[in-house]
């Protein structure tokens, strides 16, 4: 009989930021379908979520794509359940209202390639800062330029042999910094693929003894940039309204201080050292919107004006290290609040 390998995966209940967990579970003629995959367990009294007395947590299978990595294997993105089937507290995915997959979202995931050796981005000198600042590393092209092109080219290959819909990578701003681009139909669907592919970038790196920097400014306070993801998000509104008036009611949605307050909460830790006012951050307690503003926490991208306001927003406020379920839950939640027609 085959055999196939299923590597679950699930986010643990560490805080501020929650980390990936995986385990392999060896399934005979297993079909390669999603409800073929049986609910597992864990441990939950060693990953933050349950105590050693009663440790039982369920894994909830809700994503599977092939894994290009092994021989005979699958990825299966999980929700953390707990031992009576209700959502664990950690579980952001089950947060999200949007089951008829109105919303559209594409986020652009940024990170560092951290050479573990020194303690720094690959790239960067022992000691002290590179001797050209940040700008020729951005989109470049050279060895002096571009470090760590192998494990990104690599990367790229096996999330589209996955099966992930990544629509771009580019080298970022800060040395040893990059960025891929995932887009899906479903809030639910554009969490799994992020989580997925993040897992695969972390193993990855694991073959080349360089980790995955995911805080939002690791170089602290320099003029090296931090990473973001920003959310990039439409629903049936924004994408058929054809009105600059449903656009200024969904955005302004977003600017009451407890509405502020409620992203900020899941957007991220540590975010006040990224949301500055500086290199294209909106300061933290701020909000504001704008048509092609890289500096707002909303930016209206020009090719949503240049189709008659119809289209999609950026919010640019998420940072690396945010968990894109809760990201999307609370845009979701907001944009819903705004309270305009779904057609146009």
């Given amino acids: 009989m085959a055999k196939s390998k299923l590597e679950y995966i699930w986010l643990d209940g560490y805080k501020p930021t929650q980390s990936l967990r995986s385990k392999t579970k060896i399934e005979e003629d297993f079909s390669g379908a999603l409800e073929d995959c049986a609910m597992w367990s864990f441990d939950g009294s060693s990953t933050e979520q349950a105590e ?12 599977i794509c092939p894994d290009p990595q092994r021989k005979n294997a699958f990825l299966v993105m999980c929700e953390v359940l707990n031992a009576d089937g209700t959502a664990h507290p950690s579980n952001g ?9 109105d919303f559209w979202f594409g986020f652009e995931q940024e ?86 592919a993040r897992y695969l970038l972390e193993r990855i790196g694991e073959k080349y003894g360089i980790s995955i920097n995911w805080h939002c400014k ?26 600059k008036e449903v656009y200024d009611k969904i955005c302004q949605s977003f600017s009451p201080a407890d509405v502020i307050k409620a992203h900020i909460a899941v957007y991220g830790a540590d975010n006040e050292l990224r949301l500055t006012g500086k290199h294209e951050t909106q300061s933290i307690d701020q909000f504001s919107y704008g048509i092609s503003d890289r500096g707002a ?18 919010d640019r406020r998420p940072n690396s290290a ?6 999307a839950a609370v845009i979701i939640k907001t944009v819903k609040s705004a309270d305009v027609l779904e057609t146009a």
């Fill in 218 to 243: 690791p170089l602290g306070a320099t003029d090296w940039n931090g990473s973001g993801m920003h959310a990039n998000f439409s629903n049936t509104a924004l994408r058929t309204s054809g009105s």
């Fill in 111 to 196: 990170y560092f390639l951290w050479d573990m050796k020194i303690d720094k981005p690959l790239g960067f000198p022992a000691e002290g800062f590179p001797t050209r600042p940040q700008g020729p590393y951005y989109c470049s092209v050279g060895a002096q330029n571009a470090y760590g092109r192998y494990i990104i080219e690599e990367h790229l290959d096996v999330c589209l042999d996955a099966g992930l819909n990544v629509e771009g990578i580019n080298a970022e701003v800060a040395t040893g910094q990059w960025e891929f681009q995932i887009f899906a139909k479903g809030a639910k669907a554009a969490g799994d693929q992020i989580w997925v």
């Fill in 93 to 101: 995915r089950a947060t999200i209202e949007d089951d008829d997959n």
């Fill in 297 to 314: 926490s909303i930016r209206i991208p020009i090719a949503t004006v240049e189709r008659g306001w119809k289209g999609w927003l950026e």
């Fill in 52 to 63: 050693g007395g009663s440790s039982d947590c369920l894994l909830k299978p809700v994503f």
């Fill in 322 to 327: 945010a968990d894109p379920y809760k990201v």
